[in-house]
């Protein structure tokens, strides 16, 4: 069987890995166009948002995701991650009864107060939901290692058209498969013209991590690569078309604020910046064009992704077996 991968960011990647895991022959088209994707340092945290939300399949989606990346490392391909947990401080005991509701009892956490704390934290925050099995880890890392992984071909181009068994690349090449899986995520919703909720977000990179671990209310800090630290956040004002990411003075402003109410950033140089857009508005299955898609996964891109991306690429396989 073969299976057309449209998009190469952390869906079609996991798409295109668990295809040929299942025997399928799979060719990606990529137009390398999928920043959200290959943020440098990507929070796995269970617990969502200012709200606590926690979404169904998280504890699922977050064991898959590590069992992936030991999965990868063993076979060769380098993820820098840590599995070392996240901090969630919270301002206030109403904060703290929104999370509390959403809290499955599952979930490993516990509720911390300020002596406790495993890294130090700005003054005023009175307790901070630790989370043990949450951590970090590099997209566009594990974005290749599933590329490279799962053996399958990548076209690098941009998709114009597709139906149920076919993708038209720019200048006319043709490609002809059993099934079609369309990932392309807010760009490639923005090539296609379609309308959605598209949240644009930056980080700043960092000389040094300005905390051993990740910390996240509003916007987070975490590790990154090679000894290196993010401080980022998704705050610009939703839009329903894909724009090419700006970082406008007020948002670095906030941005910097909301970091230094996290922790002493004092000492911490700003090395660069990284932007990116992501698509929400969850769709996973086959469409009524006969296309199967896998989109619109929000800032849970590496949380729920490869999980729904082994169903989707189940459902492929399992149909063209009928």
Wanted: net charge positive.
């Amino acid at each position: 069987m073969r299976v057309l991968v449209v998009g190469g960011g952390v869906a079609g990647a996991a798409v295109a890995y668990f295809a040929a895991r299942g025997g399928a022959r799979v060719t990606i088209v990529d137009a390398g166009e999928h920043a959200a994707s290959h943020v440098p340092s990507a929070l796995l945290n269970p617990v969502r948002g200012q709200s606590g939300g926690v979404d169904e399949r998280a504890l699922e989606g977050l064991a898959l995701t590590w069992a992936l990346v030991r999965e990868l490392e063993g076979a060769g391909w380098r993820v820098p991650h840590g599995q070392a947990g996240v901090l969630r401080p919270v301002p206030d005991e109403r904060t703290r009864a929104r999370f509390v509701r959403h809290l499955p009892p599952a979930l490993p956490h516990r509720w911390l107060t300020p002596e406790a704390f495993p890294v130090p934290l700005a003054p005023g925050w009175p307790q901070a939901l630790w989370l043990p099995e949450g951590g970090w880890l590099d997209g566009a890392a594990l974005c290749t290692a599933l590329l490279g992984a799962s053996g399958a071909e990548v076209m690098r181009g941009r998709a114009v058209a597709w139906d149920a068994h076919s993708v038209t690349l720019e200048g006319g090449t043709v490609l002809r498969g059993d099934a079609v899986v369309w990932c392309g995520g807010a760009v490639g919703a923005g090539w296609a013209g379609e309308a959605g909720t598209h949240r644009a977000g930056t980080l700043l990179t960092l000389e040094r991590p300005a905390t051993p671990l990740p910390v996240s209310f509003g916007a987070y800090l975490a590790p990154g690569a090679g000894g290196t630290g993010v401080l980022g956040a998704t705050f610009e004002a939703p839009t329903p078309t894909w724009h090419p990411p700006t970082l406008p003075a007020p948002s670095l402003r906030w941005l910097l604020d909301r970091g230094g109410a996290l922790t002493d950033l004092r000492g911490v140089r700003v090395t660069g910046r990284w932007s990116g857009t992501r698509l929400s508005g969850l769709v996973a299955g086959r469409q009524a064009s006969g296309v199967w898609r896998l989109s619109g996964l929000g800032s849970k891109g590496f949380l729920l992704g490869p999980l729904l991306a082994r169903h989707v690429a189940g459902d492929v396989l399992r149909d063209g077996a009928a």
